[in-house]
């Protein structure tokens, strides 16, 4: 390929330098390398090696700080007055004074040092064989640091594994889910005890501007603050606004805490908070985390705090939807996405028979998911087993995941997964739905919420902008082209977040694109889609290529020629499997991605 072609004059990698661990042979070999004569290919080969050998150095740096501070303790602990704990203050001085650091940059990388020299052996072993990097390295330290030294090393032993193919991201969230899980009383006192510190902070920026932000805050009212700026800056942007969403959001923050905001309220919005929690949490059966999207992890009691107050809602603000996943116990995957009625939650500790929320007869069906612009809802999933959602965007045709990208129609199918594309109910694109006998527009019965005059039934097809490079004819496009709203759902709720490397944007947020074009034959079902946000799908556009295995994980091949995998994203924990089931678990995904 062209990413292997040589330039004029150009060199081969030395043997072996793919694999090589770090240390003086690599640091030799990578100071005699060229990086003019390479191949584009082997320039990227030479950036892993290279990683790989900073890692080894700071890990031996981390090492050597934590030597100073030994033999800083050694020559002062004689001395009159001098405590134990004066050895971190003697230490620190010393250090920043030896690399020309201030003493909170010195301290804090003291502590870096003694969290994994001492406390967590494994991963400055793992940082010392370049399998991680020291931002990683600071995940697994400071993510940890609320649980005693036995669970610390417990949490970091089950992520290590991984932590090579994730972001610093992705390995955060991982992280604080298992420390939140590993002792849920203290993870609860801790967040009792960082509430009562909740505090707003200002000042100004390099440039001149300003930051005002709220630090420490209850996760819910956060949450919640949170939603209401953005369903208004929302309203504003589709009233016209053309400005980017981050300004209109910061001008709306701005308005309404001076009280001079004087621009459309928020819109009626259905499936903005997100919350995912298994059944028996929900329950009151077990305290394990639970997910607030684009917050992260959350405390068991403050799942059950937003879930009833969800269901406690008063019907004219709006009833959450309930849906429900049905995950492997082996590999958290989903196996199948559904909605619920409304259920009834019972009171605190009240849990001798839990029921599960019973399925709707008439409408038993996947939501549509993601962001709008061909429906009236936009509904969220929930993980394993109940969830929570509220309110819903309005449609637009300038919302993120409708660029003509395998959307929804709006209408929605009694098919499943896989289903064949375009068996549905239809309506011509741009066309105006045609009215049916019982009220609702062609492709669906509506439902009138009780008292409340509002329809929760399917919605009107929305016209669809043409995705970019494409001309949509006057008459419309073939609605073949886009997966079922079920199917849509399905996709959402399994990938959970955009399929891009290193990726976490959520997929309600992204585009749902084919894999294999439709244009190329591809099918419009849920094995040939996945969720990609604007940027991740651009990389298509600029040469980079995806395809994704029997075992679901998706494989980017780079202009350059490299592979890099994305495994897809759990439901649920995967099961703590022991290290001969791993063993089988891997190979058995290794025959099913070939």
């Not at 309506?427 to 329809?455: D, F, H, I, K």
């Amino acid at each position: 390929m062209l990413s292997e072609t040589l330039p004029e004059r150009g060199v081969h990698l030395p043997e072996g330098l793919e694999g090589m661990r770090p240390g003086p042979r690599l640091a030799a070999m990578l100071a005699g390398i060229d990086r003019s004569r390479l191949s584009g290919f082997d320039t990227v080969v030479v950036l892993q090696a290279q990683a790989r050998q900073v890692a080894h150095e700071q890990a031996r740096l981390y090492a050597d700080m934590a030597v100073v501070a030994d033999r800083v303790r050694e020559e002062t602990a004689h001395l009159p007055g001098v405590w134990d704990s004066d050895l971190p203050k003697f230490a620190t001085a010393e250090i920043a004074a030896a690399l020309t650091l201030t003493r909170r940059a010195a301290g804090g990388a003291l502590e870096d040092a003694w969290l994994l020299v001492e406390r967590l052996p494994a991963v400055w072993r793992a940082l010392r064989d370049g399998l991680i990097d020291v931002p990683r390295a600071k995940v697994l330290a400071r993510e940890t640091r609320t649980l005693t030294e036995p669970l610390a090393r417990r949490v970091v032993a089950r992520v290590l594994p991984e932590a090579p193919d994730l972001t610093t991201g992705q390995l955060a969230h991982r992280v604080r889910r298992l420390a939140l899980a590993a002792d849920p009383e203290t993870a609860r006192n801790n967040y009792a005890l960082g509430v009562t510190e909740r505090r707003l902070v200002h000042g100004t920026d390099s440039d001149g501007t300003a930051y005002l932000a709220g630090y420490q805050l209850p996760v819910g009212a956060a949450a919640a603050a949170f939603e209401r700026v953005d369903a208004i800056a929302r309203a504003t942007k589709q009233a016209g606004d053309s400005r980017p969403m981050d300004q209109i959001r910061a001008d709306v923050y701005l308005g309404l805490l001076e009280g001079t905001w004087d621009g459309p309220g928020p819109v009626h919005r259905r499936g903005v908070m997100e919350l995912t929690a298994d059944l028996p949490t929900l329950l009151d059966l077990a305290d394990r985390p639970a997910e607030l999207a684009g917050w992260g992890p959350v405390i068991a009691d403050i799942a059950r705090q937003i879930t009833r107050q969800m269901a406690d809602r008063p019907a004219k603000a709006g009833n959450p939807v309930w849906t429900y996943s049905i995950a492997d116990p082996l590999t958290g995957g989903l196996l199948y996405h559904g909605t619920a009625r409304r259920p009834v939650l019972p009171t605190p500790g009240f849990a001798r028979h839990p029921v599960l929320p019973a399925p709707d007869s008439a409408h038993h069906r996947s939501t549509h998911l993601g962001p709008v612009g061909f429906g009236g809802t936009a509904r969220s999933p929930a993980t394993s087993a109940a969830g929570t959602s509220a309110q819903t965007e309005p449609p637009t045709r300038n919302s993120p995941g409708t660029h003509g990208k395998s959307a929804g129609t709006g209408a929605e199918p009694e098919a499943g997964p896989g289903a064949r594309p375009g068996t549905g109910p239809r309506a011509r694109p741009g066309a105006e739905p045609r009215a049916r006998p019982g009220g609702g527009p062609e492709g669906g019965p509506s439902r009138q919420g009780a008292g409340t005059g509002q329809t929760t039934g399917p919605a009107a097809v929305q016209p669809m902008a043409a995705a970019p490079g494409e001309h949509a004819e006057s008459t419309g496009r073939d609605p073949r082209r886009f997966l079922t709203p079920r199917n849509r759902a399905y996709v959402i709720a399994r990938d959970r977040t955009c399929r891009g490397p290193g990726c976490r944007v959520p997929a309600r947020r992204a585009e749902i694109d084919h894999i294999v074009p439709h244009a190329h034959g591809g099918p419009s079902t849920p094995d040939n889609a996945d969720a990609k946000c604007r940027y991740c799908h651009d990389l298509k556009d600029a040469g980079w290529t995806t395809t994704r295995t029997a075992g679901g994980t998706t494989l980017w091949t780079s202009p350059l020629g490299h592979t890099y995998r994305k495994p897809p994203e759990p439901i649920t924990p995967p099961t703590n499997l022991t290290p001969a089931e791993q063993h089988l678990a891997e190979k058995l995904g290794r025959s099913t991605e070939s």
